[in-house]
């Protein structure tokens, strides 16, 4: 796979994310992922934990294509509390970086009413290129 991030000099560099990136190779697509485990059970209502349990719940279907997060190109996270995910954004930081660890991927984030489950805080979508 070629990846290569995307950024006009003029523009301030983003913090977390690439403005966009240029890939070649098979695409891959992840459904939103929410933060309940294997057996669709959360294990707990606290948003970073289920940040990292979407993550990982990513990385695991990312594995079925021989994929990894390096793969990744494109992130949509769908947020029910857009306060909660600005005060804790460094700890979501450090988890992002723990499970994913690779900036260059467009990203998109929006605070929505509800997810389909209801203890559900984070959804999280993905394309890769392999």
Do not use: C, S
């Amino acid at each position: 796979m070629d990846k290569q991030a995307l950024q006009p000099a003029h523009w301030a560099r983003p913090k977390g994310y690439a403005n966009g990136v240029a890939a070649t190779g098979r695409q891959v697509f992840v459904a939103g992922m929410i933060g309940w485990d294997a057996q669709a059970v959360f294990q707990t209502d606290d948003l970073v934990a289920q940040v990292r349990q979407a993550l990982n719940n990513v990385v695991e279907v990312l594995a079925e294509a021989q994929a990894t997060p390096q793969h990744i190109t494109r992130m949509t996270w769908y947020l029910t509390n857009k306060h909660e995910y600005l005060t804790r954004a460094r700890e979501i930081g450090v988890v992002f970086r723990d499970v994913i660890g690779d900036f260059q991927i467009a990203m998109t984030a929006v605070q929505v009413v509800a997810l389909m489950e209801d203890r559900a805080q984070v959804e999280i979508e993905v394309t890769a290129v392999v």
